[in-house]
């Protein structure tokens, strides 16, 4: 049977990003996706990362960035990247800041971030 979700569950997280989580483990309790709405500020960036999750990011305003073993990946408004489980990305976005939708398979989860900071 569908299942409506009638609102996102906002995640804090340092750094002035809002995390709207539609589905997965907190708002929904979906442990195989999640399904996110992310703003980010102007100048935002994050640690690096090796998360045990493929994640799909598809950009709806402004720019993200994703730096990885090839080099930094500037995706735009209208454009999407797929990063894989195991693999080191640092996320950060342009100067106009960003929107975008993230879609991690499994859902994410902060034990399965692996951000360098936390080691």
Not at 69 to 87: D, H, K, M, N, Y
Request: proline share 10%; net charge negative.
């Amino acid at each position: 049977m569908p299942r409506l979700i009638t609102s996102p569950t906002s995640i804090p997280v340092p750094g002035g990003k809002i995390i709207n989580e539609h589905v997965g483990r907190v708002n929904s309790g979906t442990e195989a996706v999640s399904v996110a709405h992310m703003v980010a500020p102007p100048g935002w960036e994050e640690p690096a990362q090796t998360p045990d999750f493929d994640e799909v990011t598809l950009v709806l305003k402004g720019e993200v960035v994703v730096e990885h073993e090839g080099g930094p990946t500037t995706v735009a408004a209208g454009q999407s990247i797929i990063t894989s489980a195991g693999e080191r990305v640092r996320y950060s976005c342009g100067p106009e800041g960003a929107e975008y939708v993230a879609v991690c398979l499994p859902a994410f989860s902060p034990e399965l971030v692996n951000r360098e900071d936390e080691a």
